[in-house]
């Protein structure tokens, strides 16, 4: 096994590191995005080396809750061979979170969040039918 690139990688915190707030999971593809940019600047090319950068970045919660999903064991215990790689791991974390996958990103009940403020918006400026449409496209 090639030797982890910790060192390579920012530090959990510091500014350039990649991050993810559960609370919005439509910024979940964006922090794999940004891991996997961080994997070819410092040459992490295992599955487990990557999961184990995956992980540094959360906090205990999250961390805890992404050890736990199966894919991240580099086997299936039942059956004791290798299946699990680094996309098997992050489409399962990514399937745990409802909106972060780009198919169901966004659906009717956004669209009638959006509108439902525009009814009791009173719009006056292009300023605020530019925002009022931008919301479409977030």
């Given at each position: 096994?090639?030797?982890?690139h910790y060192n390579s990688m920012p530090a959990r915190g510091h500014g350039t ?44 919660n999250t961390s805890e809750q992404w050890l736990l999903i199966s894919e991240y ?5 039942s059956q004791l061979a290798h299946l699990y790689s680094y996309n098997d791991w ?49």
């Open positions: 096994m090639a030797q982890p590191a990649p991050s993810f707030n559960p609370s919005e999971p439509r910024e979940l593809p964006r922090y794999f995005t940004e891991l996997k940019f961080l994997f070819a600047c410092c040459g992490a090319t295992g599955n487990t080396e990557k999961k184990a950068l995956g992980i540094r970045y959360m906090d205990y064991q580099p086997y299936d215990a992050k489409r399962a974390v990514i399937s745990v979170y409802p909106g972060a996958n780009a198919a169901t990103k966004y659906g009717m009940a956004d669209l009638d969040q959006i509108m439902g403020k525009a009814t009791h918006t009173n719009i006056k400026t292009i300023g605020q039918f530019a925002n009022y449409y931008r919301k479409f496209y977030q």
